[in-house]
């Protein structure tokens, strides 16, 4: 069997593909999600043009807290070509999808001889139903172009090594630094080189000058993936988790993935962090490091003398580490979207043990045989039902529901399915239905500081400033340590002339974040209309030494200076702000510098 496999190798991985076509088929015709669909593409204004302004601008920005422009510049040429049609996001990462198939088969036949391995890699890879939610939601676009120009770098830099020929290392680096433009979970690349060498029998000595360039990138992407996640300004999500709580979370984590690598049940898209009762996680948290101990203990004694396992096992590690809450991460305990490449390290392994298996005794070739096509019509048929979950928001959130463990967690995600729709609907500014849809969140859930700012600032936007400071002023009881809330309240006091109040806010939000220029400029524009001339005018120098180009802040300092009687240092802040491009400095030059 295994010689037929060889002989046959192309005809199978053409298989593979129709088959792994075939499951992910019905994602074609879902639509948008309310989960990040509305922030990254519908009312994404970027990508609705091409020009080079805009996409400098791409390249320049984050979204949603993650920078990854070369995948923004992929929805833009979505909306260029077919406008926000989603049946075209979804052919996108459909086909990408499906190129990563070929390329898993490529870089794994280059790694290793056998033909049986490449395989069985490329088609846990296509059918996994831990897999769809990489692929049937168009947000997660990143993922499957990530791991496109990830795989693209390896099967490169495996080319480069067998040829010599410096062009292949070149393309090499230039697909990881597409790759890390995409998704910034790229950055363990580098490791997965080292791993490479180490299992081919390379001395390091000779290639760690080959690896500088792909540290460095790796190095300043890791620092820009931090500032982007400090550029989210999301709320805080694990507070009530200790550093004693943070090594169980953590093998949790990792006894998770591995688990749903074989048994893939019970899927959803949201797996929340539990809920400690009495100051203690649920059991299976505490149980969870004998479950690692175990696994590493039964690998070290079984397979301690082959680099084939302990390559698959360390790819996997390699790829998976930086999610699994070792720091805190996202709004879930784990993600099945994380495993979509760390999975080819567990594939490799297991192929591998079945591969040797068949190769010691032939009378375990056919059991085998049945057992494999038996997995590829469980998953694929899985794989297959899961894709039409993501058919819609309320569709994907009350499957959620139906998965989650107990009532509470069941309400959340209810809760959270309104909580996104509302979010549309408020970006698209229909706020009275925005007000319907976030009252149903909060009958699943009271608890969600997010919704009641979202409802307050729809109800300030129809003028009902009691019901907005109302809302406000909850979201800051259940979550008092966000800045941007007590801004946004201030702004409002601001609008009903309550300036002392205002004050108040946004001191309260400088106290939490004394670095953002934003704060201190609102304060200043309260103390000027307070009266408050000299707190007006440290504050606005405050914002101006923040960010020296912002020419709104010269232009607010300049009246300031007005009112404190120095016309002349009043009209060079007017012509300042004029410069840095201000143009409504001026009026406030013609009217006052004449």
């Known amino acids: 069997m295994l010689q037929w496999i060889e002989h046959h190798q192309k005809f199978l991985l053409v298989l593979i593909v129709v088959i792994s076509a075939t499951a992910y088929f019905p994602s074609l015709f879902n639509g948008y ?27 320049r920005s984050y979204y949603v807290g993650m920078y990854h422009p070369l995948t923004t510049l992929s929805f833009a040429l979505n909306y260029h070509f077919t406008g926000l049609n989603p049946f075209y996001f979804h052919l996108t990462n459909y086909i990408f999808h499906l190129i990563n198939i ?30 769809v939610e990489s692929v049937a939601w168009i947000t997660e676009r990143k993922d499957v172009l990530y791991a496109f120009f990830f795989l693209l770098s390896l099967l490169w830099y495996l080319q480069y090594h067998s040829t010599q020929k410096k062009t292949w290392l070149w393309l090499s680096i230039g697909a990881f630094l597409c790759s890390l433009l995409s998704k910034s979970a790229a950055v363990m690349l580098p490791i997965v080189l080292f791993l490479i060498d180490w299992y081919q029998h390379r001395k390091w000595s000779k290639d760690i000058l080959e690896k500088i360039p792909y540290l460095a990138l790796s190095l300043l992407f890791g620092i820009i993936s931090l500032l982007s996640q400090h550029a989210g300004n999301h709320p805080h999500f694990h507070q009530d988790f200790t550093l004693f709580d943070r090594p169980f979370l953590t093998c949790y984590a990792f006894s998770y993935y591995c688990i749903k690598y074989f048994f893939p049940t019970s899927l959803s898209a949201i797996h929340p962090f539990p809920t400690k009762l009495g100051n203690l996680l649920p059991t299976e948290y505490y149980l969870s490091p004998l479950f690692v101990i175990i696994v590493i203990a039964f690998l070290w004694k079984r397979w301690r003398c082959s680099r084939e396992y302990q390559f698959g096992l360390f790819f996997f590690i390699t790829t998976i580490i930086l999610v699994l809450q070792i720091f805190p991460l996202g709004y879930a305990v784990v993600a099945e979207r994380y495993t979509y490449l760390p999975y080819l390290g567990i594939s490799f392994f297991v192929g591998t043990a079945l591969d040797t298996l068949m190769q010691k005794n032939k009378n375990l070739r056919r059991i085998i045989l049945i057992l494999l096509i038996f997995i590829t019509i469980l998953f694929g048929v899985e794989t297959h039902q899961r894709t039409k979950v993501w058919k819609d928001t309320l569709t994907l959130f009350t499957d959620a529901s139906v998965k ?13 399915a309104y909580k996104l729709e509302g979010d549309l609907q408020l970006a698209l500014k229909n706020y009275l239905t925005t007000i319907d849809l976030l009252n149903r969140s909060l009958q699943h859930n009271n608890h969600i500081s997010e919704v009641y700012i979202e409802r307050g600032f729809a109800y300030w936007k129809l003028g009902d400033t009691t019901a907005a400071i109302k809302d406000y002023l909850s979201a800051i009881e259940l979550d008092p340590k966000v800045p941007q809330y007590y801004q946004q309240l201030g702004t409002i006091y601001l609008r009903t002339r309550e300036f002392d109040k205002a004050i108040d806010s946004f001191t309260s939000a400088i106290n939490l974040d004394p670095k953002d220029k934003t704060y201190y400029h609102e304060r200043g524009i309260a103390f000027l209309r307070n009266q408050q001339y000299e707190q007006a005018l440290s504050d606005f120098n405050t914002a101006i030494q923040l960010k020296p180009t912002w020419g709104k802040a010269y232009a607010n300092r300049g009246i300031v200076f007005y009112q404190l009687g120095k016309r002349e240092q009043s009209c060079d802040d007017f012509k300042n702000a004029l410069a840095l491009g201000f143009t409504e400095a001026q009026p406030l030059i013609d009217s006052y510098c004449h």
């Not at 990040?36 to 990508?47: A, F, K, R, T």
């Not at 989650?404 to 309400?411: C, G, K």
């Open 33 to 59: 999600t309310a989960w990040d669909d509305p922030h990254h593409i519908i009312l994404n204004e970027d990508i609705k043009s091409l020009s080079p302004q805009n996409i400098l601008k791409m390249f």
């Open 102 to 131: 070929l390329l898993v088969y490529f870089v794994v036949r280059k790694i290793q001889p056998r033909p049986f391995v490449a395989l069985f890699s490329a088609l846990i890879l296509g059918i996994h139903p831990m897999h």
């Open 404 to 416: 989650s463990p107990t009532e509470y967690s069941r309400n959340n995600m209810l809760a959270f």
